[in-house]
């Protein structure tokens, strides 16, 4: 199966999604204009991943900002890594968020708790 990317822009995220590692990435802010058109493709690579993924998949989610319906999107996300879960596999969420941003450590929280995953929270220093 190919890898997934999308380059960062100022107002969508870096995609970048390994097959083979089961390295999940998103990373920077996700303000598109059209959520459906940006994420609809992400969300198909994720049902192709998820009938043969990884041992073990790790979702790296390290975002500055995301609007409301990049979040309904992140949601999707989760539930699609949730199955893969459900079907046997390691799965492991990574929520990045400055050390700063209480309101981005407690989105990550209430991700958790929703999705039924295991979070691991990660404090980052500011750059």
């Excluded at 920077?28 to 009938?51: A, M």
């Excluded at 998949?57 to 609007?67: D, G, I, M, Q, S």
Aim: hydrophobic fraction near 35%; avoid cysteine.
């Amino acid at each position: 199966m190919d890898n997934f990317f999308i380059e960062r822009s100022k107002q969508t995220p870096e995609i970048k999604f390994d097959a083979e590692s089961g390295v999940l990435e998103i990373m920077g802010r996700s303000i598109p204009e059209n959520t459906f058109d940006f994420f609809n493709p992400v969300l198909s690579w994720l049902d192709e991943y998820s009938k043969n993924p990884a041992s073990k998949t790790v979702v790296k989610v390290n975002l500055e900002y995301f609007n409301t319906s990049s979040s309904k999107y992140i949601l999707e996300i989760l539930k699609r890594v949730k199955n893969i879960m459900n079907d046997g596999y390691d799965v492991l969420v990574e929520w990045y968020y400055e050390e700063d941003d209480e309101e981005m450590m407690e989105t990550g929280e209430d991700y958790e708790d929703v999705s039924g995953l295991p979070f691991t929270l990660i404090s980052v220093e500011e750059d």
